[in-house]
């Protein structure tokens, strides 16, 4: 099976993408996986890549959809894939249309997890990051026995920038409109199949792959 998992920044897609790729067999490919992988490779690709990044730019889509051409051309990915991450607009999503139709093959499911701003917001701004060894905890889902202290080692929990209120709803915002319109072209093509991603994660995982059976996954 070949499928494209979409949804807003912290609609739990990484966790539900591992799950969903070992339910299937299949590799579960990530860009930020195959960006460090090009880059620490240094791949013509990846020294292109890393020109970007280090001028503080975005890596342009004809390098990234190479890099992911490259990737899906691999024997382990043959039988099917899982992409998380990519496409994240329209433009890549096409450019993703003609790579596979190039490679002789198609999409056949898009699965989105459906969550609304409010929860994310509950999600993402109630993590706290331990200054020491780094672990996540979360106010709510995964307190600490003492309030801003790190149960592991000790050390005093802070909240990054990116898990601050007003940086999620900025997220929220840019997601609304670079990568929701996805929801739109391929429900058009009609390859895509919502789910209910509120809930504990073996739940959503559940739904997800009842989903998938429908389509023989």
């Not at 990915?77 to 998380?84: H, I, M």
């Not at 596979?100 to 999409?107: E, K, R, S, V, W």
């Not at 919502?194 to 429908?214: K, N």
Request: with cysteine; charged share 30%; aromatic share 6%.
């Amino acid at each position: 099976m070949r499928l494209v998992l979409v949804g807003p920044p912290g609609a739990g897609k990484g966790t539900q993408a591992e799950f969903i790729a070992a339910h299937l067999s299949v590799p579960k490919i990530s860009t930020g996986d195959i960006f460090r992988a090009n880059v620490s490779q240094g791949t013509p690709l990846g020294v292109e890549a890393k020109r970007y990044m280090d001028a503080g730019k975005l890596v342009p889509d004809e390098v990234t959809i190479n890099m992911v051409r490259d990737r899906l051309a691999e024997p382990d990915a043959a039988e099917g894939f899982l992409l998380d991450g990519f496409p994240r607009t329209t433009p890549q999503a096409a450019a993703l249309d003609k790579l596979l139709a190039d490679l002789g093959t198609a999409l056949d499911i898009v699965l989105e997890l459906v969550v609304d701003d409010d929860e994310v917001i509950r999600r993402l701004s109630g993590r706290r990051t331990c200054r020491g060894c780094g672990k996540i905890w979360h106010v709510e889902f995964d307190p600490t026995s003492r309030e801003g202290i790190c149960d592991r080692c000790g050390a005093e929990l802070f909240q990054r920038d990116d898990d601050k209120p007003e940086t999620i709803a900025a997220r929220l915002r840019e997601y609304a409109e670079k990568t929701a319109p996805l929801v739109d072209y391929y429900g058009a093509q009609g390859k895509l199949v919502g789910i209910d991603a509120t809930g504990p994660v073996e739940d959503v995982t559940v739904r997800a792959i009842d989903a998938l059976r429908s389509y023989g996954g």
